[in-house]
């Protein structure tokens, strides 16, 4: 990873605040772990859940693998068997456990891991403390280990989601909400977006993922993008128009996954004594037809538009409109508000704004995730980080109601596979 | 479940004598578990092993079934999705959790598993209070109930070794045992068993399994049987002259297996530091030349056999060979050691005897699992138990060194597949 | 092989006698596979199906390997890659094409093996003439040439039936019959067959298969044999009893088929405008339900026979049984009639002899393809005709529709394993 | 599909054109397969390849169902059970043989196919007769049925090519060529391409497919082309430095292909006598070093790229370039040559000019198959054409020496999977 192409330069910042910073993030996932049980922590109900153990282990793997490491004179690997056990994907640091036997691995025991956790804690007291005197790429190296963990108390939050909903018991993470008094949702309104060349991809002096850059022009046409995300009462429209049964709507791929798969709604719905109810972090709850719908893959999110006489916008026409409409993060749901849900929008939002572009659900575009033009993959190691995945999997932006809100970006670009549902994932419309 | 043809009735037992085994029993399974952490009893690092904290409910799930839902007035079920959780295979009792998928369930937890074992045996106590007042199969069931549940405590011990033996920290669910004296097995001899017409399977009055029936005279030719177990040194001689390279000792579906799943030693088998080692209960250990040979395949068996110019018994061999030899537990390793190891040998121990016959390790025979002569399968549920599993599996005859010495018979039929490794089956050689 | 054990010593014939059986058996082959097209001779629709281009070869190529390259003075080999293309299971002959590819190999044509096939006929005509001259076990090599072919004309016969299945169009092989006369099968009788000490295996000086070595003495009780093989009509009444839709007639392995696979009838069957039909080498039929019913598993034939309130006989009864009563080929369906479909019993049959024991259809026995006792691997690659597979199979008896009449024994052992259905296979019950 | 949007209406033709052009294509097809055995015709190697067979009969389908159906008055369908057989993909046209089991199905045989096409002919001569009566989109969809034709062509010049390779016979379907004399590939050069917003998609009068439209503006950046294809010459000296041992060249999922296909040359590659050879059309053939590499996937194209310091071009770039370039088909490689190779250039081709463009090799872009911006899938059967594939595929451009000349057009985009070696994909370097 080169300083100056793939990650911008934060400003340098004192010792005592990279301390705060440092606490502030590891003590985020601590909190998110503290109502799992010990057996919550080993399983991987599916390939892409990983179990909350090897979470807070591979984020602390990750901050003794590229700093203690590096930068702290004389310090001695924890465990010689934890770089195995721990590391994700990087070919550079040697082999790893198949990730698909995540789950089969009940020791070292959450316990160990707490207290590898509080032993990389301390030593990167020490190291911090240490800050003033070390070079350039340390502080860049430190943000990053900050924004990875940030990443992963993303992954935590919507895995541990799978993996209590696998149970029939339905057990609740978080207590269980009073029931929301129906409100409608704000109609529907058709915003539109000028034209023309714009820039986009990060320009700042802050923190930015490699694949954020480099920043370049793009061309977009004029076009309308809808003022909210889709609800769920309008994707139970679609469900209930045969939307699930008719071929016609659906990419090809698609629609092989509707029929092996048996989809009929997104993912964690279920018909309980006729009614739709959602799996959530709070339990088995009715469906709240304001809300956003989540928990659809790409190929639901492009049959629904289909059906709805409109698309997916791009990845560039997004980031245009989230500029134009100058989104910030203010009025989003995001992790900090413990909510793990995207919420309504108040009935009497403002018709002419455009609402939710930031926080409560990743917004699918219709671009795959590629490399931006000058965009050079890193040496070494955190070369892997971003650039391998760029092949089959698709942009999505705006971040969700579990990601950190100091964690997303106008310009941040996340992707999953076209397939996937166990992410927050929404739909916005644009014509 | 027909008491005349499948189970022979057990003596009339005392409401109390039947409270006393049931706690003894039920005593044992939470002995074997308390080494286990939360997150052990959770995984399923392969299809045929369970999590432990399933095998601890699944056995209370029975007794609630067919025993308290049965006879006691009034028992209202624990909890209604439990039928669903901790059913293993009953068709009769309704779905259940697809098999390949119990290590992917958290909930309930472990001391949920515990709260239910104790709830059970509160009401066990209860209706064994009644027992006087119960009909006739009441007993009989219980002692299925029981004799269940001993069947589980053996699977809990081969289960467990499986799912630690995956980490590579190499836990030790035992304290490590002082290293063995190297001791030479004593020599092998070919004891000649008479052939002719002998009776096999279950005759007495105590307990059997409906498989052990109906006793019945089988002709078995003249032949020798050798006077102990293979050990793991003889075993290692047929690695070492290209056991596993030479296809000419192998039956096609081994060979085959021996290619795709790169076998090169019995399972448990690593080399460190040049020097071969098993994982076992006790951690990682020297392998003990004189102990007998474990963790083998029937296909490993039979070319270890045929390389040594041998051949597995069958079944009516092996039980006339049993009782002409009137083979007893005396001296064999069961559960009750807790050493969940088999023991080599003493080096002086009488040549003319046949030792380890009953303990130790499972002998896989050349018989095939199919009903014997006279063999009815019970209606209801229990006909489940045993017949519908009488196809592509062999027969294995004599305990192991994990299973109770109460359990075992001389007439007692074990089955497994011929690729299955993670029991405690060893080779008895005949010819 | 070795000649004393395996294979039993055929009285010595002479040259012009060879060389006549020899005409007879290659020409029964060619027979079988004139009306294909070259289309039909490449395809391979499952696994078990060989394309008829590679049968006609591979028994080519045997003939090469053990007699030609074995036994004629200079014979140079016809094509190198012969080998690796028409080898079909032998390890000790070097790497062969992976089974489940053989029907993706468009060349060599089908006239380059009938080229092929000319070529080694013509050089097996000259070594048949020094036959006098050639050492002892030429002989037994020639006969299990021949007899290795005679299996694979069984084959060819099921393997082009299963071939035409596939197309919607239904093909006829032969012409279409006149449609049968409905007549009802004569009734069903019990026949007693005594118990106790019984002598089987093959014993004459004629040519038979290592596997029905050693003869050796069997235990058999008294029981029951029916006079008949199982009708489409009896099997019929055991599907509209809703024998597919309950489990308690089933073993496990077997329920679990009939769920995946979706079975509700034997393969073949077919319901056409409301009655059920059979594809048959004459094209799409009714089903005749007085013949023999075929192409059902060993699962199905033991689910019928639960449901009967009957069970199999195992392989020592059947043999025991045919010898008792005395069965010969004289009345039953062989290859040779080319009807290739088992065949009703007159009405007025004697209902007290037993019938269609030779010919007709398989019968599955309920036991294991295991080696008898004093059963020896010969030494070299014969040593892997049959031994190999002696493993999770269950033996059939008595030969069928498609068994050359030349070619069945009482003593005869097939094998298949418990799930397969496209050969003739049949039922016959005991109890 | 509606003309107006997804198909440019051609120029209105005469009846006797029409037909002229129809047997031109028609003819094309033909001899193309003639040199193919029956059995050649049948078998189904991969997935991705289909019978000739298949191929011959799909595309006379094609013409049957929108054409003679749609216009002939009182046509009556050929076979009833056709559209079944040859249908590929239009889920609107009703339920297909599964594509993977294409290859099981020797009938109808060959000939029958080749009395289909006669008879679709026969009557398609009847129908352009009719020509100048019939409807505005008759001729659209007559075009498009040759269109359609032409790409069946080129898929059946590859499947052919894979077909006959998996005979280790390598049979040739042309004569083998002598040998070329070896002559280095001009110097490579680096081509300004100068950036801007410009106009790609098909805006003519002819014909084009759908997802050539609509036509719209790009912004591209100034950056440079190679001036020539990347040659097999220059692929091997990747591949000699350890191209396919170092995952940093790699996107994740292109290394774990190399790993598990154990990927280390282009497909058709082999090492034969110590020389790299490749299977071709002409049988086994020493690579020639100036020639074009090809049958390399995306993944290798990428990597290659990477390890040249380079990067592929995105399709917006490959058009600029083209047409900046004006590029011609003059010069290409092409179908109609009959030699099914890509070629070398002059060692004294004009440095200063784009060579290779059209024809010779498919050249992988770094741009995902998606919508343009306005495209519409069209109603209806032909809607399924092309845009529900619209996913996970990376667009090529150019045309290969398998595309017929007529075929080819700048605003061309074909679509393949990442990993698909079988088409005639070739690289071109852009950085």
Same mark, same amino acid.
């Given at each position: ?125 020490? +190291?911090? !403390?240490?800050? %003033? ?6 502080? =860049? ?6 924004? #990875? /963990? ?100 659906? +990419?090809? !791929?698609?629609? %092989? ?6 989809? =009929? ?6 018909? #309980? /004594? ?158």
């Amino acid at each position: 990873m080169s300083a100056s192409l793939s990650i911008a330069a934060p400003a340098v910042a004192s010792a005592t605040s990279l301390a705060h910073r440092y606490r502030q993030v590891r003590q985020r996932t601590m909190l998110l772990c503290q109502p799992l049980l010990p057996e919550d922590t080993v399983v991987q109900p599916m390939i892409d859940v990983s179990p909350p153990k090897w979470h807070l282990a591979h984020v602390t793997w990750f901050f003794e693998t590229f700093l203690l490491k590096a930068y702290l004179p004389g310090y001695t690997v924890y465990h010689a068997e934890y770089a195995f056990l721990f590391n994700s994907y990087y070919n550079s640091l040697g082999s790893r456990v198949n990730r698909a036997d995540r789950g089969t691995l009940s020791r070292p025991a959450l316990a160990d891991v707490y207290s590898y956790r509080a032993h990389i804690d301390e030593q990167m007291a020490r +190291l911090l !403390e240490l800050a %003033d005197t070390l070079p350039d790429d340390f502080q =860049e190296l430190f943000e990053l280990g900050l924004q #990875h /963990e940030q990443q992963h108390q993303e992954l935590l939050a919507t895995d541990i989601k799978y993996i209590l909903s696998t149970s029939p018991l339905a057990p609740a993470y978080l207590p269980a909400l009073a029931p929301a008094t129906p409100t409608a949702a704000p109609a529907v309104a058709w915003l539109p977006v000028p034209g023309g060349v714009s820039r986009i991809g990060y320009e700042g002096s802050g923190f930015c993922f490699d694949n954020e850059q480099a920043p370049h022009d793009v061309l977009t046409p004029d076009f309308e993008l809808q003022n909210r995300l889709v609800t769920n009462g309008e994707y139970l429209a679609f469900m209930e128009a045969g939307g699930y049964q008719d071929f016609r709507y659906w +990419l090809g !791929e698609g629609w %092989d996954l509707v029929q092996t798969q048996s989809w =009929e709604a997104p993912l964690y719905w279920t018909l #309980h /004594e006729g009614q739709w109810h959602r799996f959530t972090h709070h339990g088995l709850q009715p469906v709240n037809m304001a809300a956003p719908v989540t928990h659809i893959s790409f190929y639901e999110a492009d049959a629904y538009a289909h059906w709805a006489g409109a698309r997916l916008p791009t990845e560039p026409e997004w980031e245009v409109a989230a500029r134009y409409f100058e989104a910030t993060p203010t009025h989003g749901t995001f992790l900090e508000s413990n909510l793990l849900d995207p919420q309504p929008l108040p009935p009497d939002a403002d018709p002419t704004r455009c609402h939710q572009l930031l926080g409560d659900a990743w917004e699918w575009t219709y671009s795959a995730y590629h490399p931006y033009p000058g965009y050079v993959r890193a040496a070494g190691a955190l070369g892997e980080y971003n650039g391998k995945f760029m092949i089959n999997q698709l942009v999505l932006r705006g971040g969700s109601c579990a990601t950190p809100v100091s964690h997303i970006r106008l310009t941040y670009r996340n992707f999953f596979h076209a397939d996937k549902r166990w992410q927050f994932t929404g739909i916005r419309l644009a014509r």
